[in-house]
């Protein structure tokens, strides 16, 4: 029996109860730190998040007021979206379901993966930590900054907030008064030209413990093995809920060799609206890594103080460095705390 990966929006519509009682074990509202029903998979951050990069990608955030989310297919670690795939595999191997239903099962899970579940997802990876010397030392160790990023920008996007403004409006009879009127989107996609598109937003921490990994999929598994045998006759709508929702999980898992990251990642998926097809040549662009070609979309942020502070790499200390952040801090339209990383440098 083949368990067929339908849309996700109209699996999930009358088939809640199964779903609920998953989502609501302990294991996983840990991991979604309870905030699900509030925002679909939606951890806010705890505190600031900080975006590493170069000198030259920090002024065009800074002077753009923009970040950069990859296409997932194209992350520098190809590995990141396989370690878990892999790892869930291994669980589905290891489960007491009945040998048939394993397979169909694998077959469903490479069938999404091959039809491209993941490659339609942007990345925006950032970091818990201020101050993590494995992220200067990848992200360059003579020209690297950081840029402080307020977790009201994640609520803003998730829940597409606008930005209020006041307007002096006058009455027919010459009266005027200040009032309040919407002007634009917190966060918004930058395209080029009109374009209908529906997105939406994943956003948490990445989890890099594998013994809570593999919880998470046993777990779901389990589920998957109730619902076979509640449902004998017909599961695989059911069974479809808590694939897509493995989908949902996957691309927040990380080996954890990488741990010292800490990282925080956002995913914005972009589809098309109305059976149009996405146009994606109105809204994807183009950057140069090594050579290739990277796909991206840019985020504009309409709020200058979603940034409040720039950090220089222990290896990035000359008087110009300074200079060039005091310049940029006293034009920039909201305060920039101007900060240096306090790990010792040797050279």
Same mark, same amino acid.
């Given at each position: 029996?083949?368990?067929?990966?339908?849309?996700?929006?109209?699996?999930?519509?009358?088939?809640?109860? &199964?779903?609920?009682?998953?989502?609501?074990? %302990?294991?996983?509202?840990?991991?979604?730190?309870? #905030? =699900?029903? %509030?925002?679909?998979?939606?951890?806010?951050?705890?505190?600031?998040?900080?975006? !590493?990069?170069?000198?030259?990608?920090?002024? $065009?955030?800074?002077?753009?007021?923009?970040?950069?989310?990859?296409? $997932?297919?194209?992350?520098?670690?190809?590995?990141?979206?396989?370690?878990?795939?892999?790892?869930?595999?291994?669980?589905?191997?290891?489960? %007491?379901?009945?040998?048939?239903?394993?397979? $169909?099962?694998?077959?469903?899970?490479?069938?999404?993966?091959?039809? /491209?579940?993941?490659?339609?997802?942007?990345?925006?990876?950032?970091?818990?930590?201020?101050?993590?010397?494995?992220?200067? #030392?990848?992200?360059?160790?003579?020209?690297?900054?950081?840029? /402080?990023? #307020?977790?009201?920008? +994640?609520?803003?996007?998730a829940n597409t907030n606008f930005i209020m403004n006041k307007a002096l409006i006058t009455d027919d009879k010459g009266n005027a008064k200040w009032v309040e009127s919407i002007n634009s989107k917190c966060v918004s996609v930058d395209t080029n030209g009109d374009v209908s598109y529906g997105s939406g937003i994943k956003a948490n921490y990445v989890l890099y413990d594998?013994?809570?990994?593999?919880?998470?999929?046993?777990?779901?598994?389990?589920?998957?093995?109730?619902?076979?045998?509640?449902?004998?006759?017909?599961?695989?709508?059911?069974?479809?809920?808590? =694939? &897509?929702?493995?989908?949902?999980?996957?691309?927040?898992?990380?080996? !954890? $060799?990488?741990?010292?990251?800490?990282?925080?990642? +956002?995913?914005?998926?972009?589809?098309?609206?109305?059976?149009?097809?996405?146009?994606?040549?109105?809204?994807?662009?183009?950057?140069?890594?090594?050579?290739?070609?990277?796909?991206?979309?840019?985020?504009?942020?309409?709020?200058?103080?979603?940034?409040?502070?720039?950090?220089?790499?222990?290896? &990035?200390?000359?008087?110009? +460095?300074?200079? /060039?952040?005091?310049?940029?801090?006293?034009?920039?339209?909201?305060?920039?705390?101007?900060?240096?990383?306090?790990?010792?440098?040797?050279?």
């Amino acid at each position: 029996m083949l368990y067929r990966i339908n849309s996700l929006r109209e699996i999930r519509r009358g088939y809640v109860f &199964n779903y609920k009682d998953f989502m609501e074990k %302990k294991e996983i509202k840990e991991f979604w730190d309870c #905030s =699900l029903f %509030k925002n679909s998979f939606l951890c806010l951050p705890k505190g600031n998040l900080y975006h !590493y990069t170069s000198a030259n990608a920090l002024s $065009s955030i800074i002077q753009n007021q923009e970040l950069w989310t990859t296409k $997932s297919n194209f992350m520098n670690d190809t590995s990141e979206i396989q370690y878990a795939c892999e790892l869930f595999l291994k669980r589905l191997e290891c489960s %007491k379901l009945r040998e048939e239903d394993k397979q $169909s099962i694998k077959k469903c899970f490479e069938e999404g993966k091959s039809e /491209g579940i993941f490659d339609s997802m942007y990345v925006l990876c950032l970091s818990a930590n201020p101050d993590s010397l494995p992220m200067w #030392s990848y992200y360059g160790t003579n020209d690297g900054y950081n840029i /402080g990023i #307020s977790p009201q920008f +994640v609520n803003d996007f998730a829940n597409t907030n606008f930005i209020m403004n006041k307007a002096l409006i006058t009455d027919d009879k010459g009266n005027a008064k200040w009032v309040e009127s919407i002007n634009s989107k917190c966060v918004s996609v930058d395209t080029n030209g009109d374009v209908s598109y529906g997105s939406g937003i994943k956003a948490n921490y990445v989890l890099y413990d594998e013994t809570k990994q593999v919880k998470i999929f046993d777990l779901l598994l389990e589920e998957i093995g109730n619902i076979i045998l509640e449902n004998s006759h017909n599961p695989s709508i059911q069974i479809n809920i808590m =694939l &897509n929702t493995l989908f949902d999980f996957i691309p927040f898992m990380k080996d !954890y $060799s990488y741990h010292n990251e800490e990282e925080y990642r +956002v995913l914005v998926k972009l589809e098309g609206t109305g059976g149009n097809q996405l146009m994606l040549n109105k809204i994807q662009k183009y950057r140069v890594f090594k050579g290739a070609l990277i796909p991206y979309i840019t985020l504009v942020l309409n709020k200058p103080n979603y940034f409040n502070s720039i950090m220089a790499s222990p290896f &990035n200390r000359s008087e110009l +460095v300074l200079l /060039g952040m005091q310049d940029v801090i006293s034009t920039y339209p909201s305060q920039l705390d101007l900060l240096y990383s306090k790990i010792p440098s040797r050279f």
